[in-house]
Structures are given as structure tokens and as C-alpha cells.
């Protein structure tokens, strides 16, 4: 089992930058995919981000693609969300999210599902003014 803590949230005005960390436990960290998820109140949680094993393969929703950035560090059992030009409508609860299933053969949809996902950190929340 791995814990998961997230950080690096806060307010930011629009078109600011952050960057957002996931310390995991365990020794394991290289044998699980890691994604970025974000929830707003009354909505279903979305996918923004998702990195393969080996940090070779990232993924990103189009609504993000181009602005951020996620990237892992397997000696120090970490992934991160760099996250720049932020807007408004980024404004939501980030949560980082491992999983044993995912692998390199792995379709790009399955790394956007909730369901793939084994376990989930607590949220760090992201407030972006206009």
C-alpha cells in the first residue's frame, strides 16, 4: 500500500504559475503510474494529468495541454504538476492518484480513468482570481 500526501497549493492571481508535489511512501514508487485529477464542488472529478512508470509518457487533458506539465522523481518518490498560465476556471481541489495497473502498454483513455486509479492522497486546493 502506498500513502499519498499532496502540496504546493494556494491562491494565485490568472496567469500565475505553481507547482504542485506528491510525496508517496514505500519503496515501490517506479511500479506505479501517477496522475493528477481535480474536482470542483457539484462536479465529478476529472482527469488533468497522468505519467507512465518511468516518467517516459505523460499525458494531459486538452483543457491543460500546453500550460502544464507533469513530471516524476523515482529517487525521491515524487511526481509534480507544474502548472503555468493559470485561468480561473482551474480553480478546483488537485488530487494525486497511483496506480498498479497502468503499464506502457496501456491505452491513453485508461490513463484518464478514476477507476485505474488504487490509491488517492487527500487534495490540495488551487484558488485562481480573475
Known amino acids: 500500500q502506498v500513502q499519498l500526501v499532496e502540496s504546493g497549493g494556494g491562491l494565485v492571481q490568472a496567469g500565475d504559475s505553481l507547482r504542485l508535489s506528491c510525496a508517496a511512501s514505500g519503496r515501490t514508487f517506479n511500479t506505479y503510474a501517477m496522475g493528477w485529477f481535480r474536482q470542483t464542488p457539484g462536479k465529478e472529478r476529472e482527469f488533468v494529468a497522468a505519467?507512465?512508470?518511468?516518467?517516459?509518457?505523460?499525458y494531459y487533458a486538452g483543457s491543460v495541454k500546453g500550460r502544464f506539465t507533469i513530471s516524476r522523481d523515482n529517487a525521491k518518490n515524487t511526481v509534480y504538476l507544474q502548472m503555468s498560465s493559470l485561468k480561473a476556471e482551474d480553480t478546483a481541489l488537485y488530487y494525486c492518484a497511483a496506480s498498479t495497473r497502468l503499464r506502457y502498454s496501456s491505452t491513453i483513455y485508461s490513463y484518464t480513468l478514476l477507476r485505474e486509479y488504487d490509491y488517492w492522497g487527500q487534495g490540495t486546493q488551487v484558488t485562481v482570481s480573475s
Open positions: 505519467i507512465s512508470r518511468s516518467g517516459g509518457m505523460p
